[in-house]
């Protein structure tokens, strides 16, 4: 599958056969997280592989839309190491670019994910540190159950040309040109 396919056939996916995921999988799919632009190259994405039911089931809990936590073989929390960063307030932004480059990755390879928002909501954010999974200079971003997938979602109609505009935003993009 090439980087377009994944992009225009990735769905969220909250439903997962019950093996586990290949670690070398694993690697390749945070392999492919840790590329991603950050800020002056900043680099400030922290990643814990959950495996374990118990604090999956916990999280699950801890969270109002993250049943799908209860049913995925693993999950990665997104987090970020915010100590001395050059740019401080792009940290949010760096783990957004990591989540979604996972998210892909994970496609790309024939795996399901959802992105499960943790930051900007203070409760959630609470929450997860609650479980006390992370240190205090840790900042959690986000959770991304990943399994094989024992769903096929439908293919939504994203096509949305007029929010494309041309220069300025009072110009649609694309008119006078056939
Ligand atoms: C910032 C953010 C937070 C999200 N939070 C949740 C969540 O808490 N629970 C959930 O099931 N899905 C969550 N999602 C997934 C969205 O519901 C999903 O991406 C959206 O419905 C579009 O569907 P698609 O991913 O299949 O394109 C979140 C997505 C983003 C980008």
């Known amino acids: ?7 225009l056939t990735r769905r969220s996916i909250r439903a997962f056969r019950s093996e ?5 999988l694993l690697h390749r799919v945070l392999g492919a997280a840790l590329h991603g632009p950050s800020a002056g ?3 400030p994405w922290r990643f814990v592989v959950i495996d374990d039911p118990q604090i999956l089931r916990l999280l699950a809990l801890d969270h109002p839309h993250a049943s799908v936590l209860k049913a995925c073989p693993v999950a990665i929390l997104v ?20 989540t ?3 998210m892909l990755a994970a496609h790309a390879l024939g795996l399901g994910s959802t992105w499960i928002g943790l930051h900007p909501q203070q ?10 999974l992370l240190p205090p200079e840790v900042e959690p971003f986000a959770l991304v159950p990943l399994g094989h997938p024992a769903e096929r979602t439908d ?3 994203r096509e949305h040309p007029e ?9 649609p993009w694309g008119s006078g040109q056939g």
């Open 20 to 24: 586990p995921v290949d670690p070398a």
């Open 41 to 43: 190259n900043q680099q």
């Open 155 to 157: 293919q939504p109609d």
């Open 163 to 171: 929010w494309i505009r041309h220069n300025t935003y009072l110009q």
């Open 1 to 7: 599958m090439d980087a377009l396919e994944a992009l």
């Open 123 to 132: 409760d959630r954010m609470a929450a997860l540190r609650g479980a006390g």
């Open 100 to 102: 979604f480059s996972l």
């Open 79 to 98: 987090c970020a190491e915010t100590v001395d960063l050059h740019h401080p307030d792009h940290w949010p932004s760096d783990c957004a670019a990591a």
